[in-house]
């Protein structure tokens, strides 16, 4: 959901703003999210043991949507963290510029995100 370094909202440095840092997710909520990651990870080594162990198709394509829909969970916890600190503290800003570059970065995620499924 990040912006290229150099852009607002990037990694890097804007034009007079410095390093944009994020930090931003609790730091218990950051340990739940890895924790999750590690999950799904875990999920995806196996599905891909079933495959080389010739598993039933049904029960292979059963844990790969069980995989999408953890993966749907956490973009969702983000996304909802980027509404929450990063659109609305550039709304609440007053700054024109950063709001409609948020509202914009926050519509071409939900357009990413949408497109996947």
Known sequence: MSAPAGQPGG????????????????EGDK?????????IEGQVRGIEK?????????DILTQIS???TA??????????DHVNHCVAGALASGDPLVATEKSRELLEA???FTKAR
Request: with cysteine.
């Open 66 to 68: 069980a995989v999408s």
């Open 110 to 112: 939900v357009h990413r």
């Open 31 to 39: 340990d739940a999210l890895a924790r999750r990651m590690h999950r």
């Open 50 to 58: 079933m495959i080389a162990d010739d598993r039933y198709c049904i």
């Open 11 to 26: 990694s890097g440095e804007g034009p007079g703003t410095g390093p944009h840092v994020h930090g931003y997710i609790a």
């Open 71 to 80: 993966l749907e969970a956490v973009a969702f916890r983000l996304l909802d």
